[in-house]
């Protein structure tokens, strides 16, 4: 028998290992005596080693493989100084006894290592000989392996991994492990912050001291309690801590606000207030003040409120108000409330409860709700508000997964009355109820009282959801229907030519609801409207080959549709008309794909306001205008953001990208080919393939593009200037994207970073978070598109040991929320560009040592633009001496009358000075002594140009100047 097996060599007459090893480079070894006698070489393309009798395989001496798999021995410690480099992988995998992997001799690896199954497995020590690791490892199933301890030494358990991250041999990112043992990491970045000692740990704080006592910035769950917390401890806890991984409990605290924690930490679970009696004078007023949750707008767990008589909510923008969903329960009981305390909530995860909100604030009573919810996970409990007197915030729910509680809302006292069955004519009644029960929004059980004693009587209909296929008039007559009500569909199959306007209008009178989806082909009805505008369909919209006539104007009317789609809707082989504002183009929203093909388009008009679709979106082979061979050439989508894939394909008379000029964001690929003569250059609305460029260099498509010319010529992208700000830089897209990134806690180091919000929302205390994450931006550090951020300081302050620190370039642009730069003020020179765009709200004029102040030098370009605020005289730039490169400000207005003051004797570049509406002089100006370019002055309130004409008379100006006075006439000097 031959010693072993040479995969490549099977057919191989020779039993000799040399004869068959000279063949092929691939080799298993099943048993112990094949190890030992295996003949050595320096290099394979694999070797697995595989067998219960293997014990041992220090022998074994190859210096390179390329896939190294050590598999179901009875390997106790495994040794072996050889193996120096792995190319493809290593896998050490369900070995019943290995304890450890204690000697290998791999320096090299630049494939993967998988670690898994072995029971046993307490050490991987041999890993900290690796000196490259260019592929990932993934350690996964080893119950013995990895309980967490800091303190315990580099070759213990995963703290072998926290050296290799920490010596940059391999990226966290590149890390995964799950299901190892129970006190284990399961985030690299962690390692030696979860167990008992010095890591991330549970702090109750009832005093200073207690703070005084927290360890690392980080914590796990946080309870802070007591009559010693006041707002000055509570302050000292904000500065003392950035993030809260798990729950927040705040018992019985003194506090008066929750403003210098809340929106400063990020809380990634539960967040519990309760027993708060304290309050804050306001014109008069007690309230406790929870504007520190303005900038939340997801709990990541419960949101619980209890006994907190004095709780204010301001309104729309403020407190709780942006507050989109909460991911568990949402529990108030007890406390201040008012109409619009949850203006913002559309989904609760688990159970929505509010009970005895009676506390009259001065922003009144609890009437009603105002909130956009639709879902409820669990159950609806509102009991004892004894003002709430109708069902108003609810409307719009369409999911309730457990009961419906509903007992002694209002109150028999006169003004006041309790909730009837329709409403008090703006809010609704009981009857929102008895609809949740017929369209069968609640899973569980209804319970509701018109007082505390006396229930309110339903009629529950009888009707289950079943599959219906509809074909002719007959098949409608055959549906069995509760009893004054419709039946359900969990699928609605509609097809056949005999379904025309007539048949397809009878519909609604026996069916109200599709649960999953609508299937229509293969028909002849004109009109959708007599179908949506009573049917309610929850899922996927399939409309495919309906005919509705011949000629020119034989177009299918798609009104009524649903504005919001909550699944793929798909549109294939039909005539569809386009209406402005109705139809197609009364679309807001699809949650699923959308798939538009092979239609003919009364006109361009489809989708228009359509901005988000969830999914991918695949538009082919759209033609025919009004049934001729042409048009539409373009269309005017509305699109803004697409989940998935972007595929444009085949549609013969589409010449330019337009319809697309909106889009912030494609999750997936792009693939435009076989449309007409798309251009690459833009001009005017039609858009050519720059756009795409333009969404390559600004990150937008996450993942590749693959566009072609009508010749099927694939298209070059212009990407970002050679050595422009845009160039190689890490993008960082999205409010997801920007959280994740912001919790890694390694503070590394960038060239360039982009941090570009695609025009979401995020909060300070979630933006304070990069702190943790990035150290310093050597190159370029950008912020664009962020909404919600108010504070520069939550960045970049004048902490050095806790900053983000922007060594050369740092720009802010389309930053609408931006108001306070004063974490700037440290800044005594920019040591690259400093570009402040689009942000309108940011404040510059508050006196010296504060903001841009201190900056005297800006070694590259200036510029300003779209400011709204206050820039005004010597408290905005009062050190400010020298511009490198160019100046620009433009379009600053509000209050911005000149820079008085400020020393400015150099700019180096051109200087812009345009479109500021109330900048009536030179003040600021008067001290330069050079310009080393261009001088433009166009669009001001500027009359008296003589401070120009001594600049040139003094050859201050080495470029041309070109100015315009207030009527727009060119001025000549």
């Not at 009981?430 to 009587?457: A, H, M």
């Not at 085949?650 to 010449?655: D, I, S």
């Not at 504070?791 to 900053?803: F, K, Q, S």
Request: charged fraction near 20%; charge should be negative; proline fraction near 2%.
């Amino acid at each position: 028998m031959c010693a072993f097996v040479a995969a490549s060599s099977i057919a191989a007459a020779s039993c000799n290992p040399q004869d068959q090893f000279d063949e092929g480079l691939d080799a298993v070894l099943t048993t112990q005596e094949q190890v030992n006698s295996f003949t050595q070489r320096k290099e394979m393309n694999s070797l697995t080693i595989k067998g219960e009798d293997i014990t041992d395989i220090s022998a074994l001496s190859v210096a390179t493989v390329g896939s190294l798999v050590i598999e179901g021995t009875s390997i106790v410690e495994l040794e072996n100084d050889s193996f120096t480099t792995i190319t493809k992988l290593l896998e050490i995998k369900n070995n019943p006894e290995l304890v450890s992997i204690s000697k290998l001799g791999t320096k090299f690896c630049t494939g993967d290592i998988r670690i898994s199954g072995n029971p046993k497995l307490n050490s991987i020590k041999a890993l900290l000989n690796l000196k490259k690791m260019s592929g990932k490892i993934d350690i996964v199933g080893n119950e013995s392996l990895g309980e967490d301890n800091a303190s315990a030494g580099r070759e213990y358990g995963f703290n072998v991994l926290k050296e290799l991250i920490s010596n940059a041999i391999i990226p966290v990112a590149n890390i995964t492990l799950s299901n190892n043992h129970p006190g284990a990491a399961t985030d690299p970045s962690t390692i030696g912050q979860v167990g008992a000692e010095g890591g991330i740990l549970s702090y109750t704080i009832k005093s200073l001291d207690d703070i005084a006592a927290l360890k690392g910035r980080v914590v796990n769950d946080l309870t802070v309690e007591g009559s010693q917390i006041n707002d000055d401890a509570w302050a000292a806890l904000g500065a003392a801590i950035d993030t809260v991984r798990g729950n927040v409990v705040v018992d019985g605290v003194v506090i008066t606000t929750t403003e210098n924690l809340f929106e400063k930490v990020v809380c990634k679970g539960s967040i519990t207030l309760k027993n708060i009696e304290t309050y804050m004078e306001g014109s008069g007023s007690r309230f406790f003040n929870t504007n520190a949750f303005k900038g939340y707008t997801r709990i990541y767990g419960d949101l619980v409120l209890q006994n907190i008589p004095y709780l204010i909510h301001w309104g729309a923008g403020t407190c709780f108000s942006q507050i989109a969903r909460v991911d568990g329960n949402l529990i108030i009981d007890n406390c201040g409330m008012q109409q619009l305390a949850f203006a913002s909530l559309q989904e609760v995860g688990g159970n929505f409860e509010m009970r005895n909100c009676n506390h009259e604030l001065y922003t009144g009573w609890l009437w009603n709700l105002a909130t956009k919810l639709t879902t409820v996970g669990g159950s609806l409990i509102l009991e004892s508000n004894h003002h709430e007197n109708t069902l108003g915030g609810f409307e719009n729910i369409s999911h309730i997964g457990g009961d419906v509680l509903i007992k002694d809302l209002g109150s028999d006292d006169e003004g006041i009355g309790r909730v009837t069955m329709d409403g008090d004519g703006v809010y609704p009644g009981w009857s929102l109820v008895q609809n949740w029960i017929n369209r069968g929004f609640v899973k569980g059980t209804v319970s509701c009282y018109y007082n505390e004693t006396d229930p309110v009587e339903f009629d529950v209909p009888e009707a289950l959801p079943q599959e219906i296929t509809i074909t002719s008039q007959a098949d409608i007559d055959a549906i069995v229907t509760p009893e004054g009500g419709k039946a359900v569909a969990s699928v609605l199959n509609v097809k056949g030519a005999s379904v025309n306007d007539d048949v397809w209008s009878k519909i609604k009178d026996k069916v109200g609801v599709v649960l999953d989806d609508l299937i229509v082909e293969d028909c002849t009805f004109t009109m959708c409207s007599n179908f949506f505008a009573d049917v309610e369909v929850r899922g996927n919209i399939t409309l495919r080959n309906i005919n509705p006539g011949s000629g020119n104007t034989a177009f299918l009317n798609t009104d009524n549709i649903p504005a919001h789609c909550p699944g793929n809707l798909t549109i294939e082989g039909t005539k569809i008309h386009g209406w402005a504002g109705a139809g197609l183009n009364a679309i807001t929203e699809i949650d699923g794909d959308l798939t538009f093909k092979n239609c003919s388009c009364a006109n361009n008009a489809a989708f228009a306001i359509c901005e988000k679709v969830g999914g991918n979106v695949t538009i082919s082979g759209i033609s025919g205008f009004y049934g001729s061979d042409q048009g539409p050439w373009n269309f005017d989508f509305g699109f803004k953001k697409i989940g998935g894939n972007l595929s444009y394909t085949g549609n013969p008379y589409v010449n330019s990208l337009k319809g697309f000029e909106k889009i912030s964001g494609i999750g997936g690929d792009v693939y435009i080919d076989g449309n007409g003569g798309i251009r690459y250059e833009t001009s005017g609305t039609d858009y050519g393939f720059d756009l795409v460029a333009g969404w390559i260099n600004q990150g937008f498509v996450k993942g590749k593009v693959e566009c072609f010319y009508a010749d099927g010529t694939p298209v070059t992208f212009k990407t970002a200037d050679d050595g422009g700000d845009d160039t190689d830089a890490v993008v960082i897209l999205g409010r997801d994207a920007i959280i994740e990134f912001a919790a890694k806690t390694d503070r590394a180091s960038y060239e360039k970073l982009i941090l570009d919000g695609n025009n979401e929302s995020l909060s300070d205390s979630e933006m304070a978070q990069l702190k943790q994450s990035v150290a310093e931006v050597t190159e370029c550090l950008t912020f664009r598109n962020i909404k919600g951020w108010t504070m520069v300081e939550m960045v970049i302050n004048d902490n050095a040991d806790w900053r983000v620190t922007p060594q050369k370039s740092l720009k802010f642009i389309n930053c609408p929320d931006l108001s306070n730069c004063n974490g700037l003020k440290w800044m005594t020179e920019v040591k690259g560009d400093l570009v402040i765009e689009n942000c309108p709200n940011l404040v510059f004029n508050w006196g010296a040592g504060t903001c841009l102040n201190q900056i005297s030098t800006i070694a590259g370009d200036f510029i300003l633009k779209g400011s709204g605020t206050a820039l005004t005289g010597s408290t905005c730039l009062a050190s400010l001496v020298k511009v490198g490169g160019n100046l620009t400000i433009d379009n600053c207005d509000s209050s911005f009358w000149d820079l008085n003051g400020m020393p400015l004797t150099e700019i180096g570049g051109n200087f812009t000075y345009t479109n500021n509406d109330l900048v009536n002089s030179f003040l600021g100006f008067t001290g330069l002594t050079n310009i080393g370019g261009n001088l433009l002055v166009k669009g001001n309130n500027i009359s008296d140009f003589s401070q120009v004409a001594s600049w040139i008379s003094g050859g201050v100006v080495k470029g041309t100047v070109e100015c315009y006075d207030t009527d727009g006439n060119k001025v000549n000097f």
